[in-house]
């Protein structure tokens, strides 16, 4: 008997269900050990059973998306810690990874961040950045992702290029996340001074199917985003990671402040704002995920 294909994120989104995606995972490496310096994307050679684990904790939380541990693994940043032959290595085992641990019934969302590099300031060119984008995309695709999340984007070229390359090289559906900050006016920008509107519709343009914001605030602030971002485009999937909480140093520790509960308490709010897949960023644990899903259950469609 042959297997039926999972459906695309798209195709469950239009069928009206709100979709869980999970948590933090450098949270979570570092309660597992990882040291400061150390490269968190190695562990899915080095260390497997460990990643596999927060995958799997993410699965028992009830997350119908599963992450990988891929952030940071644009050859840009693997060279940094002398992996940069490494690359298709490393993201073809992180997606492996997550591929096991969601089995046939939950999507893997393979993690795509920021390069550190500047095309404005003449750090690199178009064409690297396409090419470093390119090479991550298809290492992760070959592992079994379903989908490639260029998340954390401050700067809309470097965004753009990242869609297109997944896009163009890839049969992953494509999801693009922006992080903004409230400015002093009270708006929301990203550091490189991109509206939430100018995000959406750029990463829509270049090729996105879904598009959204991650990091950089708590769920309370998340809502004011979700709902921009809706206003410019009524019809494209959203996701919505929030922190929980903004991080308070405390005796040289990053802590962030909110409950399962205060995170659970704005699900209805950003559902109503128009986010379909709701999940977290840093801070969030797979706690944070089960209340987040007892909520949406509570207000919406998220059955199979």
């Not at 810690?81 to 492996?96: D, K, M």
């Not at 592992?143 to 090289?169: H, P, Q, R, W, Y």
């Not at 402040?257 to 801070?283: H, R, W």
């Amino acid at each position: 008997m042959v297997k039926m294909a999972r459906k695309t994120l798209t195709a469950a989104i239009k069928e009206g269900r709100i979709l869980i995606s999970d948590g933090a995972w450098g949270t979570f490496l570092l309660s597992k050990g990882l040291q400061i310096g150390e490269c968190p994307e190695l562990w899915c050679l080095e260390r497997p059973d460990d990643v596999l684990d927060i995958a799997k904790a993410y699965v028992a939380a009830g997350s119908d998306i599963i992450g990988t541990n891929s952030f940071g693994g644009s050859r840009f940043k693997l060279e940094g810690y002398g992996l940069g032959e490494r690359v298709r290595e490393i993201n073809q085992a992180a997606a492996s990874l997550s591929r096991k641990a969601a089995g046939e019934d939950r999507w893997v969302m393979a993690s795509m961040g920021p390069t550190g590099k500047i095309l404005l300031m003449g750090e690199v060119t178009e064409e690297e950045l396409y090419i470093a984008f390119k090479e991550q995309a298809t290492a992760l695709a070959a592992g079994g992702a379903d989908a490639l999340c260029i998340e954390t984007m401050s700067a809309i070229d470097e965004a753009v290029i990242a869609v297109k390359a997944a896009k163009e090289n890839t049969a992953c559906q494509v999801i693009c996340t922006f992080t903004f900050s409230k400015t002093l006016k009270g708006e929301y920008r990203t550091m490189m001074g991109v509206a939430p509107q100018e995000a959406a519709e750029a990463a829509v343009q270049a090729g996105a199917d879904i598009i959204g914001t991650n990091c950089g605030n708590g769920a309370a602030g998340m809502v004011d985003i979700v709902k921009q971002m809706r206003a410019a485009l009524s019809d494209v999937p959203l996701i919505v990671q929030a922190n929980a909480g903004m991080p308070q140093n405390i005796n040289g520790m990053d802590v962030f402040p909110e409950t399962p509960e205060v995170m659970a308490s704005y699900v209805e709010q950003l559902i109503e704002a128009g986010a379909n897949i709701i999940g977290g960023c840093c801070g969030t644990t797979p706690g944070h995920i089960k209340a987040i899903k007892a909520a949406a259950l509570r207000v919406g469609n998220t059955g199979r």
